[in-house]
């Protein structure tokens, strides 16, 4: 069975072609430009070159985009996109226009001199297959999985974080598990934008199932040797833009947090994750610190096996809490990609054997 997993970061998009009778370790793998970054890139190069931007596609992940976009603006460049384009930016379209960009029809492009065409999307999926076949990989696969970070569609007058968090909290008290944040491509809900674009980018007939990535980074690390020993972990994924932590007892979810990764440094991490295991870390204090909250179930006495992951892992270098840098299958660059075939086996019982074997046997 091939698997084509790809984990959307702000950084980085990390992408694995999981094929069940190959080892692991021989499985094709790629870490490549985030979609916001190239976005960013090219917006940056027709700012400089002076030219006028038009945006069309789907909704994505901002973050370096948007920056580069206001950096457009400001320099007193013309920007059109369409409306679903434009989402990419702001949830609320009057922002965007304040912002100075011009909404448009998808059939109303503007005829401006010099007018650069940017196609906004998260998955890119005839760049992947363009990749693959460059190195002669057949680039057919059963399924596919996506991991994204979607803050969901915040309503004019609420904070992008409060609503994000809201969304995470109400799915643990529906059931905490890691897995309830997985979703088949009919169960997404409304307000789920991002991941809804996302589906909209993928093959129509091909299963597609959608994680949030630092939840796909906590499955990832569980498949590490050291982890897959232990019973009561803390994952902790550092990424460019967030950091998210989970507090895990076996199968269940005892507490998490989600903050902002430039906001924290080594002493701070070190304290929310003590509380969080302890029980005490509160959601207002992660939000007032300009996170986007904290949910606990359960506190305990007893020390957990801490597991880091993540582009900005060394965050945790010289830690109090004696972090074990989690590497599953010799790559911790992958441990999204890994949670997310690890996901489908979880997901479909059918598939899970095979893909089971194929995993554990590289453990």
Avoid at 16 to 40: G, Q, R
Avoid at 188 to 199: D, F, G, K, N
Avoid at 259 to 279: E, K, M, N, S, W
Avoid at 297 to 310: H, I
């Amino acid at each position: 069975m091939r698997i084509l997993a790809v984990d959307i970061g702000t950084g980085t998009q990390d992408i694995l072609l999981f094929d069940s009778s190959k080892a692991v370790e021989n499985c094709v793998k790629m870490i490549m430009p985030s979609p916001t970054a190239i976005l960013a890139e090219r917006i940056s190069r027709a700012t400089s070159s002076g030219h006028p931007v038009m945006f069309l596609g789907t909704t994505m992940g901002g973050g370096p985009a948007k920056k580069a976009l206001s950096r457009h603006m400001q320099s007193g460049l013309p920007a059109y996109a369409t409306r679903e384009a434009a989402l990419t930016f702001h949830d609320n379209l009057e922002v965007v226009q304040d912002m100075g960009v011009t909404i448009v029809a998808p059939d109303g492009v503007p005829s401006v001199p010099g007018l650069e065409t940017m196609v906004l999307r998260d998955l890119n999926l005839e760049a992947i297959r363009g990749a693959l076949s460059a190195f002669g990989v057949d680039h057919g696969f059963d399924a596919l999985a996506v991991a994204v970070l979607d803050h969901g569609f915040t309503p004019p007058g609420m904070s992008n974080r409060r609503f994000r968090f809201d969304h995470l909290r109400r799915v643990m008290k529906q059931r905490n598990e890691l897995m309830a944040f997985a979703y088949l491509r009919s169960e997404l809900p409304e307000y789920l934008t991002r991941m809804r674009a996302v589906a909209g980018s993928a093959d129509v007939g091909v299963p597609l199932l959608l994680l949030d990535t630092g939840v796909a980074a906590a499955l990832g690390a569980l498949l590490d040797r050291e982890v897959s020993g232990h019973d009561h972990v803390v994952t902790v994924n550092i990424g460019n833009s967030h950091t998210m932590v989970f507090h895990l007892c076996g199968s269940s979810v005892a507490g998490l947090f989600e903050h902002h990764t430039a906001l924290l440094d080594p002493a701070t991490l070190d304290g929310l994750i003590t509380r969080l295991v302890q029980g005490t870390l509160t959601d207002e204090e992660v939000y007032q610190a300009g996170g986007h909250g904290a949910l606990v179930v359960q506190g305990y006495d007893e020390a957990p096996l801490v597991a880091v992951t993540g582009p900005r892992r060394n965050l945790m270098a010289g830690s109090s809490l004696n972090p074990y840098q989690a590497v599953p299958y010799g790559d911790t660059m992958l441990a999204g990609c890994y949670g997310l075939v690890s996901a489908w086996a979880l997901r479909i019982a059918d598939w899970r054997p095979e893909i089971e074997r194929a995993l554990l046997g590289s453990i």
